[in-house]
């Protein structure tokens, strides 16, 4: 059951894992939509203030496409033999379906009005607002599976990493963690780009 969870590209790649992992990214950009959810970054989830529709399908689209960029390249160094294109396109793409939890869980649990509080009392920003015992409850569910899914995420394009350039786990393991780290920092210049009216996400 872990191995599937964490690791199930035994079974699925290629044409399957991006068909799969491109649904994935559409249907959270709309439910990212209608959650005020962003992924602005491979590895960052915020919520903000509503943008088009099209910012959200975006911003999925831009994450898989820097990590492809870097876990490609990153590939093609440590690796001694070749890789499919569609396998490792396929499996990072399949790789961000767990994120699809968030702005589910963002719709039907209380956290606005939390984050609200919070940037007023130690930032000054916004207006005073009250919070509820179910506003905290909320706030700390979402919070927890937000880390949960993020970690669940990371160990999926790891996997996928390692399974696609099959290499040893050591020389994996860095070439991995070098790649995710520059993929981050290029996914977050060109949000930072594609925002010049400055968003602002909580």
């Not at 035994?10 to 249907?27: E, S, Y």
């Not at 496409?65 to 294109?85: M, Q």
Request: glycine share 6%.
């Amino acid at each position: 059951m872990k191995t599937n969870i964490f690791n199930p590209f035994t079974r699925i790649a290629g044409t399957k894992a991006f068909l799969a992992g491109f649904t994935g990214i559409i249907l959270g950009g709309i439910l990212c939509y209608l959650s005020k959810t962003h992924f602005d970054g491979v590895i960052d989830v915020h919520f903000g203030n509503t943008g088009t529709i099209f910012l959200y399908l975006a911003e999925g689209l831009i994450d898989v496409s820097c990590a492809l960029l870097f876990f490609s390249f990153a590939g093609l160094i440590i690796s001694g033999t070749r890789f499919r294109f569609i396998d490792i396109l396929g499996t990072i793409s399949f790789a961000r379906l767990p994120l699809i939890i968030v702005p589910i869980l963002a719709l039907v649990l209380p956290h606005e009005k939390v984050i609200d509080y919070f940037l007023y009392t130690f930032f000054n920003q916004g207006e005073a607002v009250s919070i509820t015992t179910w506003d905290i409850a909320g706030f700390i569910i979402l919070s927890l599976v937000m880390m949960f899914v993020t970690i669940w995420s990371i160990a999926l394009m790891y996997n996928a990493f390692r399974i696609c350039t099959n290499t040893k786990v050591a020389k994996t393991v860095i070439a991995f963690v070098i790649a995710l780290i520059l993929a981050e920092v290029l996914s977050k210049i060109i949000f930072y780009i594609m925002n010049p009216i400055n968003i602002p996400l909580k």
